[in-house]
């Protein structure tokens, strides 16, 4: 079997590749775990946050801008898009059934999507400030490209960072507290808006690293930068469980790690059908565990779409 | 009165398609084109409303039946000389088999409704959001599969040299087959009791009304429908896998959710409306002629538009445009109907 011969025959460039897109997955998972648990909404326009950012950074490298530069401005795009999004659409459907506001965040994606369409055409830009990261690092003989190892150490300080801000500051057991049960937080003095305003923004500060991390491996940014990618996290997010960060998280982590392993690993002839096999398995799972791979005892799922 | 109300419950809708199918006899031949696939976005919009609409579980999965369908009916009804050209690793009896326009739409509808049966048996055990990625997965891998099994079908080639069947009239009568299979169904006792899960999937499994199975049903029935509007697409322009993915399922959905979703009058308007506004804007993106002067939006102005209709449709009539109910009686007409009974 192919399948057994390439996870032993595997080299460490594919495991750390599949690191480092299982971090960026996971980075997503988050923000789109945050986002669901407090306002019980599914963001499929996540993933245009990250194009935008893409193409920020794009703008930032066609001028010859320094990296700083085009990173700062592709942070203040995504965060600025983020919370508009909040603001112009999500805030005026909060009281609409999960179901219309996953098909409104549809509408937005697809909405975002066409608008970079017209405005940037749909040859798409180069964004190749930080190639230099798809350099090798030599490590005892073996040969690893710097941005797998970039990517799981951010990912990784990310998900530290978020952890400690979430247990250990008052805005951070605000959102907990709001995203176990938002109502009776409410009732107990937590500020609707400024927890959600928060998390909307923590969620844009992820989609803005992610949008970093990955023009770095696909410097050509075109309209549908990401979307495949938020597919895939969506799925894996749902796989993991969406009513727990850390299982949202995980989630994330194991496509990207799968997807990446796989696709480093299988041949081509086998490896064009690689969406089939991750979304196979991610619907084998679900029968399995409808509510998530990584939730606790037979807690029901609350959203009813 | 109430057989009043139900008859118009069938002939809205089916006289919308009508007056949409005559509107297209008196315009020019391009324009006809843009009637042509509104007759056809109906049937597909109608499919999706008999699952979704019934049963009030999403799912993003439905283009892949438009999409196999699409794929029956064009291999099969392709000219047996054109084949090679176009699918060169075709598998044998798929080559050899040449059937007619008629029995080329019965079997995409049939295949469509295999395909959706074998989906559904285990993917209707699922609901919420569990359920729009499962179906969201069905799509993944019917494009993943349809685009690189060269023995099935052509590939990443388009349908070429599939006879243009789908006239004004071709159009049409699919899509009053599928309003009328749609009315039929909803007016059945399995259409009831798979609203009444949708209204309340508890109270109806407590009263003896089997969740799972009635969405199969309607799961399988709305994938014939879509299979058969597929036939219907392939016949019309030729078709390839991108053509039948994310943004066919995104501008569906769409006229599902902008007409009213509870409803197969909302289905139809949806249909008709988007279709409407995208034709005029895909006309305007070529330079369109209105008075006081030209207008000539870049192209990609249509899903901008109907992105921006849908999530403003979204926000101050979440449920449509028809408010996800069947037309109400003219009040002067059930005026009198209540008038005549009565006395």
Redesign the interface.
């Known amino acids: 079997m192919t399948l057994v011969g390439t996870f032993l025959g595997a080299d460490w460039q594919t495991l750390a590749d599949a690191f480092g897109l299982g971090g960026i997955y996971a980075l997503m998972a988050v923000g789109i775990g945050l986002v669901f648990g407090v306002l019980r909404l ?1 963001n499929f326009a996540y993933g245009q946050l990250v194009m935008a950012g893409a193409y920020a950074l794009a703008f930032a490298y066609e001028r010859g801008w320094p990296v700083w530069v085009g990173i700062l401005l592709c942070f203040a795009v995504v965060v600025v898009l983020s919370v508009a999004m909040d603001w112009v ?1 999500f805030r ?2 909060r009281s ?1 059934s ?3 506001m ?3 965040t ?3 994606a ?2 975002l ?3 970079a ?2 405005w940037f055409k749909p040859l798409g830009k180069i964004a190749a400030s930080l190639s230099s990261l798809n350099q090798p690092w030599t490590i005892s003989g073996v040969d690893i490209r710097k941005i797998s190892v970039v990517a799981t150490l951010i990912a990784f300080g990310c998900l530290v960072a978020l952890v400690v801000l979430l247990g250990r500051t008052s805005v951070g057991l605000h959102m907990r507290a709001a995203a176990l049960d938002f109502r009776t937080a409410r009732l107990l003095g937590v500020r609707a808006n400024r927890v959600i305003t928060s998390a909307v923004l923590i969620s844009g500060l992820l989609a803005a690293t992610v949008a970093v991390l990955m023009t770095v491996q696909t410097p050509l940014v075109t309209p549908d930068f990401a ?1 495949r990618d938020t ?1 895939l996290v ?2 894996g997010v ?2 993991g469980g ?1 009513n727990r960060l850390i299982s949202a998280t995980l989630g994330g982590f194991a496509i990207g790690f799968a997807a990446g392993f796989l696709g480093g690993a299988l041949p081509t002839d086998q490896s ?2 690689l ?2 096999f991750l ?2 398995a ?2 084998l799972v ?2 399995i565990r ?2 998530g791979l990584f939730t606790r005892g037979s807690q029901q ?1 609350v ?3 | 009165m109430r057989q009043a109300r139900i008859a118009l419950e069938l002939l809205a809708p089916a006289v919308l398609v009508v007056a949409v199918a005559l509107f297209g006899t008196l315009v020019s031949a391009s324009t006809q084109t843009y009637v042509i696939t509104t007759l056809v976005n109906v049937a597909i919009v109608v499919a999706l409303y008999v699952f979704i609409g019934n049963s009030g579980v999403l799912s993003f999965g439905h283009v892949s039946f438009v999409a196999v369908g699409a794929w029956t009916a064009g291999i099969l009804s392709m000219p047996a000389s054109e084949k090679p050209a176009i699918m060169p690793n075709l598998a044998g009896f798929l080559r050899d088999t040449t059937v007619g326009n008629v029995p080329s739409l019965a079997l995409a509808a049939a295949v469509g409704a295999a395909y959706a049966l074998i989906v559904g048996l285990p993917l209707m055990r699922l609901s919420g959001l569990a359920a729009g990625i499962a179906t969201l997965g069905v799509l993944e891998i019917t494009h993943n599969v349809l685009r690189y099994w060269e023995k099935i079908g052509p590939g990443l080639n388009t349908f070429s040299a599939v006879p243009e069947t789908t006239g004004l009239l071709q159009a049409a009568v699919g899509a009053l087959i599928a309003v009328a299979v749609a009315f039929l169904y909803q007016r059945s006792r399995y259409g009831r009791m798979l609203r009444a899960t949708r209204e309340d999937a508890a109270a109806a499994s407590a009263v003896g009304v089997s969740v799972y199975g009635q969405r199969l049903v309607a799961f399988t029935l709305s994938g014939a429908l879509a299979g058969l509007a597929g036939g219907l697409y392939v016949h019309l322009l030729p078709v390839n896998t991108e053509l039948l993915y994310l943004n066919l399922t995104f501008i569906t959905l769409a006229m599902l959710v902008i007409g009213g979703a509870t409803s197969l009058w909302g289905a139809v308007v949806g249909a008709v409306v988007v279709s409407a506004v995208d034709s005029f804007l895909a006309e305007a993106e070529n330079g369109v002629h209105v008075p006081g002067g030209t207008l000539d939006f870049p192209s990609g102005t249509r899903i901008v538009v109907v992105g921006a209709l849908m999530a403003f449709v979204l926000i101050v009539r979440p449920s449509g445009l028809t408010g996800g109910r069947e037309l109400p009686l003219p009040r002067a007409l059930a005026r009198s109907l209540l008038t005549k009974f009565s006395a």
């Open positions: 599914v659409v005026l459907l609409q999960p179901a219309v996953l098909v409104a549809f509408a937005v697809f909405l999507q066409s608008i369409l017209l979307l597919i969506l799925a749902v796989l969406m064009q059908y969406p089939s979304f196979a991610v619907i679900l029968l409808p509510a799922a959203e009813r779409v």
